[in-house]
């Protein structure tokens, strides 16, 4: 589902995520550029995600992770590839990145059956 914003609010929210300073009382610090994506602690992080994604496997979204899940038959070929190549075509056309450092890929092999 895409959200309609106002053009105030997208270019507040991306002043946001640029820079940050820490003010306390009347001391303010240096203006800091962030690398990163949703600050830690943000009360805006729960609102923030990546709500257009859609897999043709499992998929769990929270905030800024996204899993893709795929239960597999003995002998079945997998298809995560083509999902995870899916979620990079979409995640690129809502110009957001997918950081492939951060990217885990984890197997688990088949029960035994007797």
């Avoid at 009347?26 to 859609?54: F, H, K």
């Avoid at 995560?80 to 075509?89: A, H, R, Y």
Wanted: aromatic share 8%.
């Amino acid at each position: 589902m895409a959200f309609q914003l106002h053009d105030v609010f997208i270019r507040w929210l991306c002043s946001y995520l640029k820079e940050q300073r820490v003010v306390v009382g009347r001391l303010a610090s240096e203006w800091t550029t962030l690398s990163g994506a949703m600050p830690q602690g943000s009360w805006l992080g729960p609102l923030v995600l990546i709500n257009d994604l859609t897999a043709a496997c499992h998929i769990h979204k929270f905030v800024d992770d996204t899993t893709l899940t795929e239960v597999l038959e003995v002998h079945q070929d997998s298809r995560m590839q083509q999902n995870l190549d899916d979620i990079v075509s979409q995640s690129a056309a809502s110009f957001m990145n997918i950081n492939s450092k951060k990217t885990k890929e984890m197997q688990i092999g088949a029960a035994t059956r007797k």
